[in-house]
């Protein structure tokens, strides 16, 4: 017997996009139809064949869409308007079957008006949100970790077990480790005959990077996400900042290294899939509201040593 309709409409940054697979996995794995509308991931459809995903619609669709699902599952986006929209109109029409999962990891996430919705642990990571969403407010019977990504047949996971992946970029430069102290890194882990391969982002960010290569390193950039999941599948670690390719590497079950401005933000989204490790200033570097010199200055209270130590955990 075929289960209801549902829509999963989620945030449209990769390591939203991957994460908001658990759920998308675990209503398919009960039985239910699923829609997932994500702009980013479509690329890796072949990963997840079963989860059909696809690029938002205009608002000029959302009737449609309203029409389409028994069920919708709404990551909020204040800046969206057609997530606002559909946040309006289906809490108008059918409140109890349009539910508002909020993410960001603060204590006042309780504050929002369909906390209830979802009840989101802020100290908890998304992948873990979601799985529990499934299981104390859906009560699906069946309930599974993992975003249901499928490798290709023709990929050895791991295949070069001693090459290193390195994402020193992000969507923001205030949450970039340094670019010195990546160097500095890379070339400590040459000296173990580790195999580094820089992975800088687009064209642009290749450019510059270009110079690492004056030290033995790959600079490397992929056309596609389908390209980059199949790099990452087959390498052996990851060290990267706050973005979606960790979250990628994570869900591909590679062992992933973070850098990240704080403890709270590290606790809910931080890469979760793999064995990891998050590296974040101390809890007793100030961060006094209107200051915050945490926030502003967290690369510096990570240091070269603290992510040698780090990384040589994974490394064991």
């Known amino acids: 017997m075929m289960g209801p309709k549902a829509g999963v409409f989620c945030h449209n940054g990769l390591g939203d996009g991957i994460n908001c697979l658990v759920l998308s996995n675990n209503l398919q794995l009960n039985g239910w139809k699923v829609d997932t509308y994500q702009n980013t991931i479509g690329s890796m459809q072949s990963w997840f064949p079963h989860i059909p995903v696809q690029s938002y619609p205009p608002l000029s669709e959302l009737p449609r869409i309203l029409n389409t699902y028994e069920w919708f599952f709404v990551v909020q986006n204040d800046t969206d308007p ?50 529990l969403f499934c299981e104390r407010i859906l009560h699906l019977p069946k309930i599974a970790k993992g975003n249901g990504i499928i490798p290709p047949h023709h990929l050895v996971h791991r295949k070069f077990a001693k090459r290193i992946a390195i994402h ?27 195999e580094i391969a820089f992975l800088p982002g687009g064209v642009k960010e290749k450019e510059e990077w270009k ?19 199949s790099f990452l599948y087959e390498s052996g670690y990851f060290i990267g900042n706050d973005s979606g390719v960790g979250h990628l590497a994570s869900a591909l079950q590679i062992p992933t290294m973070t850098f990240c401005r ?34 502003r200055y967290w690369r510096n209270w990570i240091s070269l040593k603290m992510a040698q130590r780090g990384i040589e955990k994974l490394l064991v």
């Not at 929209?85 to 079957?97: M, T």
């Not at 204590?107 to 209830?116: A, D």
């Not at 020193?168 to 580790?194: C, D, H, I, M, Q």
């Not at 110079?211 to 999941?229: K, M, N, P, R, Y």
């Open 82 to 131: 057609f997530i606002l929209q559909l946040i309006s109109e289906g809490k108008r029409r059918f409140p109890e079957r349009l539910k508002v999962i909020y993410l960001y990891p603060s204590p006042r996430i309780v504050n929002e008006p369909y906390y209830s919705d979802s009840l989101i642990e802020y100290d908890l990571s998304v992948a873990e949100n979601f799985r």
């Open 168 to 194: 020193p970029t992000s969507a923001r430069p205030s949450r970039n480790w340094p670019r010195e102290k990546f160097v500095k890194l890379a070339l400590y882990l040459k000296g173990f005959g580790y």
């Open 211 to 229: 110079e690492v290569e004056d030290l033995g390193f790959e600079v490397l950039t992929f056309s596609t996400l389908d390209l980059l999941a």
């Open 262 to 295: 704080g403890k709270r933000q590290a606790q809910m989204w931080a890469p979760s899939f793999s064995p990891s490790v998050v590296l974040t200033p101390s809890i007793w570097v100030p961060n006094i509201k209107g200051f915050r010199f945490r926030d």
